[in-house]
């Protein structure tokens, strides 16, 4: 197959980045595109408004749900330690073994998938004229055929940027033409105007709360940032979709209302981010992790993630802030005397954007000005599930609902 690369930031995606997929697809060059939203990108490394999984499943969705035929999403910056340079994830992502197994996975019939294939890397017509400033332009050009698209009234010297490259390097560029759409992502993030944004991804930014002013992280430090950032990457290899953004955005609602209540930001930032971080490990993994941070504390299964994920965020993520490993400890049960940390990752996670298992919004609210009131609200709504499934609460449970004066 002619296989055509795409790769960006995709923050969020926007019209003219599926205007670019559809055009490639039509220019005759390529049979199939593969889109490969960044992880960390030399250019913008830690300087995305969102971590990867949020642009990676983002991306994915508004794929599906536009219908479009013939292009696939991958996470293959995914498996790369550090920078994702082009050259590195290319001569990854072009190697036999790991297109074969990657195109049969995305449901490519096996004969076609063990095909031989030609690659292209899709590019706009601008940044053909810088790519001979890129790390290892030459190795790229061993894997791919340069695929730039012109726009109309795009002022470029395509064929003297693409002479240039042949010549200088001995590559292979072919030109097709785009149809117009004039938009950024940086444009579209600073004027708060969504409208080029396919309507999946608006769909999908709405329900997770992003590009908001929780999600801008402000007065969180660098370094926290970073750790967030990279706190989602190491969850990816963990996490099914759904609870990876549950899990980071319990992160970002966490700092919120850190802000809110006067707590640690950049603490709870990473413990909300972190909480759920063991809940898909095998049973049997969960119970020695749990027992290592807590002894025989927590028996029942539905609980071990909590104190495992205390030990898996320590052993496996670095974390030894005993406060944020406490708050992913206690995250389910809540305990007696809670600090303020724990109760903020408390009620997070049980009211954050995409959670609609009833109507939250008197949570919410209460959530925004008195914690307590939020947590007493969210207290006896479990409590009134456990009674309803027969279940016992946990001692723990009833000693933090001790303190919050409810009987
Ligand atoms: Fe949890
Ligand atoms: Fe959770």
Redesign the pocket.
């Known amino acids: 197959m002619r296989i055509g690369i795409y790769g960006g930031s995709f923050d969020p995606v926007h019209d003219g980045h599926i205007a670019m997929i559809n055009s490639a697809l039509k220019s005759g060059f390529i049979d199939l595109v593969i889109v490969i939203p960044s992880v960390r990108n030399n250019f913008k490394l830690y300087a995305n408004k969102l971590p990867p999984p949020y642009r990676f499943y983002m991306m994915q969705e508004t794929i599906e749900g536009l219908g479009i035929k013939n292009c696939l999403v991958s996470d293959v910056e995914y498996g790369i330690d550090g920078v994702s340079y082009t050259a590195v994830v290319l001569k990854k992502l072009t190697s036999e073994e790991y297109i074969t197994d990657f195109l049969i996975k995305n449901d490519v019939k096996k004969k076609k998938a063990e095909e031989h294939h030609e690659f292209f890397w899709i590019m706009g017509s601008d940044t053909l004229g810088t790519f001979e400033t890129w790390y290892n332009p030459g190795e790229i050009l061993n894997y791919v055929t340069l695929l730039a698209a012109v726009r109309p009234g795009d002022t470029t010297d395509v064929d003297k940027a693409a002479a240039s490259v042949k010549k200088n390097l001995g590559g292979k560029v072919e030109i097709f033409r785009l149809k117009g759409i004039d938009c950024s992502s940086s444009g579209i993030t600073t004027s708060g105007d969504f409208s080029k944004v396919p309507e999946p991804a608006r769909e999908f930014i709405k329900r997770h709360a992003l590009y908001t002013e929780n999600t801008k992280l402000e007065g969180v430090s660098e370094e926290a940032k970073k750790q967030f950032y990279e706190s989602s990457v190491w969850m990816y290899k963990y996490l099914g979709a759904k609870r990876l953004l549950h899990t980071l955005n319990v992160g970002y609602l966490s700092a919120h209302l850190a802000d809110v209540f006067g707590c640690d930001k950049d603490k709870a930032l990473i413990a909300g981010a972190l909480?759920?971080c063991a809940?898909e490990l095998p049973l049997e993994k969960q119970t020695e992790l749990a027992k290592e941070y807590a002894g025989d504390l927590f028996t029942e299964k539905k609980l071990l993630?909590?104190p495992a994920g205390a030990t898996f965020a320590k052993n496996e993520f670095g974390i030894e802030d005993k406060e944020i490993l406490d708050a992913i400890c206690y995250?389910?049960t809540g305990r007696g005397d809670m600090t303020l940390l724990e109760k903020i990752v408390y009620l997070a996670?049980k009211i954050e954007p995409s959670r609609n298992y009833t109507d939250l919004t008197p949570i919410r609210t209460a959530a925004e000005s008195d914690l307590d009131s939020a947590m007493r609200m969210t207290a006896s709504a479990v409590r009134d599930k456990f009674v309803s499934q027969g279940r016992d609460i946990h001692l723990m449970t009833l000693l933090m609902m001790r303190d919050l004066g409810m009987e």
Do not use: A
């Open positions: 909480h759920d809940k993630h909590s995250h389910t996670d």
